[in-house]
């Protein structure tokens, strides 16, 4: 029974670099969601999908691009990677837009030199 | 000002204290209030969902809203050292996404 799961669980880039981090849950939830967590800052909504095929903007989308490749994933890239993207990245899901997230992964560490 | 507001701790109790760990917000929309506990290096998991004003209770856990303050509470009976984490409320409107306070460290001693 995995629930969420999220790779890598850490990871360090250069700056301009890209990558991708992978989210995938087995719950047949419709609605995922990529939050990150800085200090202080709580959790904030980057991206989420509502249902598949679908994506939207959060609060803070901007460097961030998503991909909702089937009902169980949701995969989050930066293109050109920033210092101040530097977080822990987490993935959640829910039974369906306007639900709680009920899920979270366990995060990705990110660190952006 | 920030949307959602929590002392961050952290907070040292002894072990079967009763912990009130509060929420602040300032939008007058929030009708669905939640409260989430994480260990360290590890995701939120959901303790609470209330709507609404009024009290919700799960075992040792209750939450309380009161929409005329813009206050939330957790309030943990019989605390253990198992209860050590932070803790997250979390709050939208009415097709809004949720906000969310940056946590309060607990520490609950031996």
């Known amino acids: 029974n995995a629930g969420v799961t999220q790779t890598p669980k850490f990871q360090v880039l250069k700056t301009g670099q890209s990558m991708t981090l992978q989210c995938a849950q087995d719950m047949n939830h419709n609605s995922m969601y990529w939050y990150r967590q800085d200090p202080g800052m709580g959790l904030r909504l980057i991206y989420y999908s509502a249902s598949e095929g679908t994506t939207d903007k959060g609060e803070v989308p901007n460097g961030y691009n998503v991909s909702r490749l089937n009902k169980r994933e949701f995969s989050l890239r930066l293109e050109s990677a920033a210092p101040s993207q530097t977080s822990v990245y987490f993935c959640?899901?829910?039974?369906?837009?306007?639900?709680?997230?009920?899920?979270f992964g366990d995060g990705t560490r990110l660190s952006i030199l | 000002q920030k949307e959602v507001e929590q002392d961050p701790g952290p907070l040292s109790v002894p072990e079967g204290a009763i912990v009130s760990l509060n929420c602040t917000y300032s939008?007058?929309?929030?009708?669905?209030f939640m409260w989430y506990r994480q260990y360290s290096r590890k995701g939120p998991e959901l303790l609470m969902y209330?709507?609404?004003?009024g009290n919700k209770e799960d075992g040792r856990f209750t939450a309380q809203v009161d929409k005329s303050s813009k206050y939330i509470s957790l309030f943990i009976r019989d605390s253990q050292p198992s209860d050590s984490a932070t803790y997250l409320c979390?709050?939208?409107?009415?097709?809004?996404?949720?906000?969310f306070g940056p946590g309060t460290r607990l520490s609950v001693l031996p």
């Open positions: 939008n007058s929309a929030f009708q669905y």
């Open positions: 959640a899901s829910s039974e369906g837009w306007g639900g709680q997230p009920q899920h």
């Open positions: 979390a709050m939208r409107g009415y097709g809004q996404n949720f906000v």
């Open positions: 209330t709507y609404s004003s």
